[in-house]
């Protein structure tokens, strides 16, 4: 085994037991009469369970997890693989940008109105910036209370630990609203699924792999959703669950899909030599589809440049209601010949490369358009020790997404058009 396959291992087993260790401190739920969550023993019994996750960008689904899931459909996933016989139903009201203040004007329509028998609160990372401690204990206190009223059981979160480089969130101030969620969920008597220590003790142990947990300095990728739908999942049920092995997503292109089956035309952003073979690939299932492609000619100067053009061409162009032209579908192709400096700077490229090529999410579980990846071993053949480690750096920061990726195996001879074209195929899968 190479060093650095040991490095990788060795380091993955530092998170898990890192992880594992915050976690151990969660215990089932207890309600204000000190006995376990309604919740857990309707989970068991196989009953209704209703839950809203309610909080801002990090509950919402965005593109920082790849714009299709976050951490409240994994809990239901996780829920499930605990209890399968469970009937789960789990409702995501996340919103970008919101704070405490924001969150009380809508309870009613998201949240109360659904009637849930739990309600999972996560709010801080906006309060901060907009709100004074005091403001934020008191709405906190009063979304508890509400959504008691409405006769559902509640649990907080503490949003994940961050960066130093973001000037209107200084650490040391979101530990103070960190330290008002812990007291409110001990004067209200409630569970407090403390994923700021969680993310914190991963970050002094090994800042690399908290950055592997990251979209951005602010929002965790879909690793980091891992772990709050894990935790999440323990601190209701008393036991713990992996999400290491999520499944997959089908159809892997939905809007893409809705448009060939609706015969509207396609509208295609390509990086070469995908460009040429899209077309065809998505007219071996649907003969008839109009596809309007759009050559990215990557930059072949370095990552970084890449990155730029992928910033200046990306979603928040769109974020305004702007009359743009939206793509249905994004084919990155980063070529091997794009370096970084470093590693570190090769996956920080890498993955804001697929950030800006991502739609914003404005919709929970409904991407504006589509995005898929082509490892450079797929067009450009081979599997030299060279190849395998771009293809493997490149992984690394695609495993934060939940999108497509396609790579060469070894031993697979098939041309790279045969091989994107029966990839494609099995994406508009239903």
Same mark, same amino acid.
């Not at 924001?102 to 609160?121: F, N």
């Not at 490892?375 to 690394?396: T, W, Y």
């Given at each position: 085994?190479?060093?650095?396959?040991?490095?990788?291992?060795?380091?993955?087993?530092?998170? =898990?037991?890192?992880?594992?260790?915050? =976690?151990?401190?969660?215990?089932?739920?207890?309600?204000?009469?000190?006995?376990? %969550?309604?919740?857990?023993?309707?989970?068991?019994?196989?009953?209704?369970?209703? /839950?809203? =996750?309610?909080?801002?960008?990090?509950?919402?689904?965005?593109?920082?997890?790849?714009?299709?899931?976050?951490?409240?459909?994994?809990?239901?996933?996780?829920?499930?693989? /605990?209890?399968?016989?469970? &009937?789960?139903?789990?409702?995501?009201?996340?919103?970008?940008?919101?704070?405490?203040?924001?969150?009380?004007?809508?309870?009613?329509?998201?949240?109360?109105?659904?009637?849930?028998?739990?309600?999972?609160?996560?709010?801080?990372?906006?309060?901060?910036?907009? %709100?004074?401690?005091?403001?934020?204990?008191?709405?906190?206190?009063?979304?508890?209370?509400?959504?008691?009223?409405?006769?559902?059981?509640?649990?907080?979160?503490?949003?994940?630990?961050?960066?130093?480089?973001?000037?209107?969130?200084?650490?040391?101030?979101?530990?103070?609203?960190?330290? /008002?969620?812990?007291?409110?969920?001990?004067?209200?008597?409630?569970?407090?699924?403390?994923?700021?220590?969680?993310?914190?003790?991963?970050?002094?142990?090994?800042?690399?792999?908290?950055?592997?947990?990251?979209?951005?300095?602010?929002?965790?990728?879909?690793?980091?959703?891992?772990?709050?739908?894990?935790?999440?999942?323990?601190?209701?049920?008393?036991?713990?669950?992996?999400?290491?092995?999520?499944?997959?997503?089908?159809?892997?292109?939905?809007?893409?899909?809705?448009?060939?089956?609706?015969?509207?035309?396609?509208?295609?952003?390509?990086?070469?030599?995908?460009?040429?073979?899209?077309?065809?690939?998505?007219?071996?299932?649907?003969?008839?589809?109009?596809?309007?492609?759009?050559?990215?000619?990557?930059?072949?100067?370095?990552?970084?440049? /890449?990155?730029?053009?992928?910033?200046?061409?990306?979603?928040?162009?769109?974020?305004?209601?702007?009359?743009?032209?939206?793509?249905? %579908?994004?084919?990155?192709?980063?070529?091997?010949?794009?370096?970084?400096?470093?590693?570190?700077?090769?996956?920080?490229?890498?993955?804001?490369?697929?950030?800006?090529?991502?739609?914003?999410?404005?919709?929970?579980?409904?991407?504006?358009?589509? =995005?898929?990846?082509?490892?450079?071993?797929?067009?450009?053949?081979?599997?030299?020790?060279?190849?395998?480690?771009?293809?493997?750096?490149?992984?690394?920061?695609?495993?934060? &997404?939940?999108?497509?990726?396609?790579?060469? &195996?070894?031993?697979?001879?098939?041309?790279?058009?045969?091989?994107?074209?029966?990839?494609?195929?099995?994406?508009?899968?239903?």
């Amino acid at each position: 085994m190479s060093s650095g396959r040991m490095k990788k291992i060795t380091g993955i087993l530092l998170l =898990c037991g890192l992880y594992l260790g915050a =976690c151990a401190q969660l215990s089932v739920a207890p309600t204000d009469d000190g006995v376990p %969550l309604r919740v857990s023993a309707k989970l068991a019994g196989g009953q209704p369970v209703k /839950i809203v =996750c309610f909080g801002d960008s990090i509950t919402g689904v965005y593109y920082h997890t790849g714009g299709r899931r976050s951490w409240c459909d994994l809990l239901e996933i996780a829920l499930t693989r /605990i209890f399968p016989e469970a &009937q789960i139903e789990v409702i995501n009201a996340g919103v970008s940008g919101h704070d405490t203040d924001a969150a009380l004007k809508r309870m009613e329509s998201d949240v109360l109105r659904h009637a849930p028998d739990l309600v999972v609160v996560m709010f801080g990372m906006n309060d901060v910036r907009s %709100l004074t401690t005091v403001v934020f204990r008191q709405n906190l206190q009063t979304i508890v209370q509400r959504a008691r009223g409405g006769g559902a059981e509640v649990m907080l979160m503490t949003p994940n630990a961050i960066g130093p480089d973001d000037p209107i969130r200084p650490p040391a101030r979101l530990d103070e609203y960190v330290k /008002i969620v812990r007291e409110v969920g001990r004067e209200l008597k409630l569970t407090v699924v403390d994923t700021h220590s969680i993310y914190a003790a991963i970050m002094a142990a090994d800042p690399a792999a908290w950055q592997r947990l990251m979209s951005d300095t602010i929002h965790p990728n879909l690793r980091g959703h891992r772990i709050f739908a894990e935790a999440v999942a323990r601190a209701i049920t008393g036991r713990q669950v992996s999400l290491i092995d999520l499944p997959v997503l089908h159809p892997g292109l939905p809007c893409v899909l809705a448009r060939l089956n609706a015969r509207q035309p396609v509208r295609v952003v390509a990086m070469p030599p995908y460009d040429a073979l899209i077309a065809s690939a998505l007219r071996h299932r649907f003969p008839d589809s109009v596809v309007e492609v759009t050559t990215w000619q990557p930059d072949a100067q370095s990552l970084a440049a /890449i990155e730029a053009q992928a910033k200046e061409t990306g979603w928040w162009r769109f974020r305004d209601g702007a009359a743009l032209t939206r793509p249905d %579908l994004v084919v990155l192709a980063v070529p091997s010949t794009a370096q970084a400096p470093t590693a570190g700077q090769f996956y920080r490229s890498y993955y804001w490369i697929m950030n800006w090529s991502l739609s914003n999410g404005k919709k929970p579980a409904q991407p504006e358009w589509d =995005c898929l990846v082509v490892l450079p071993s797929v067009a450009e053949g081979g599997m030299g020790p060279d190849k395998r480690l771009l293809d493997e750096r490149a992984l690394e920061a695609i495993g934060g &997404q939940d999108i497509p990726w396609l790579r060469r &195996q070894p031993g697979e001879e098939r041309g790279a058009q045969v091989l994107f074209s029966a990839w494609v195929d099995t994406l508009l899968d239903p």
